[in-house]
């Protein structure tokens, strides 16, 4: 039994006529691969909005938190961006902010793309097609119903109105 079992398991890779059953099978087979995103994505017009002098907070603000922040280089932080998609070319950048004292004195930051460079670049195809309109036109805004009139608002002092809603009885916190 066991020795049948091991022939025909042998004689999967011995298909001379063709890739073997195992290759056909992991060709439609694919395992999931997870998208691995890690650091800041930081943007050619993010970066161009970062002047020499601002403040660590300002440079924060604009560019997010920084992924390494040594305590050994407290005048140093390094952002780093990558990204492990399938179906898209794996991505790298990096962008070093020097200060002095609270103020920033010099970035370096590899070449970085536009946001809607950035964003082609990660499309894996599955969202091509047709765009969303997400503004109406002048013909489908006269379409709309005309909204309703407000009701009069009360010409009578506040504490001659009945309070609005049903009155409420609450039972006492603590038992006598």
């Known amino acids: 039994m066991l020795a049948g079992c091991g022939l ?21 087979v694919t395992p999931y691969r997870i998208d691995v995103v890690q650091g800041n994505v930081v943007t050619r017009e993010m970066l161009e909005r970062v002047r020499t002098g601002m403040s660590r907070s300002q440079v924060r603000e604009l560019l997010g ?64 097609g047709k765009t969303p309109v997400l503004e109406l036109s002048e013909a489908q805004l006269r379409a709309l119903p005309a909204p309703k009139a407000a009701a009069p608002a009360a010409t009578a002092p506040a504490a001659a109105r009945p309070a609005a809603g049903p009155a409420r009885a609450y039972p006492p916190l603590e038992t006598p």
């Open 8 to 28: 025909v398991l042998s004689g999967c890779g011995l298909t001379p006529t063709g890739p073997s059953l195992t290759d056909r099978m992991l060709g439609v």
């Open 65 to 128: 938190s920084p992924l390494i922040a040594d305590a050994f280089h407290e005048n140093r932080w390094d952002y780093v961006f990558t990204i492990r998609r399938a179906g898209t070319a794996y991505q790298q950048r990096r962008i070093t902010a020097l200060f002095k004292g609270d103020a920033l004195e010099s970035l370096e930051a590899d070449e970085l793309p536009s946001e809607r460079d950035f964003v082609e670049s990660i499309d894996t195809g599955k969202s091509k």
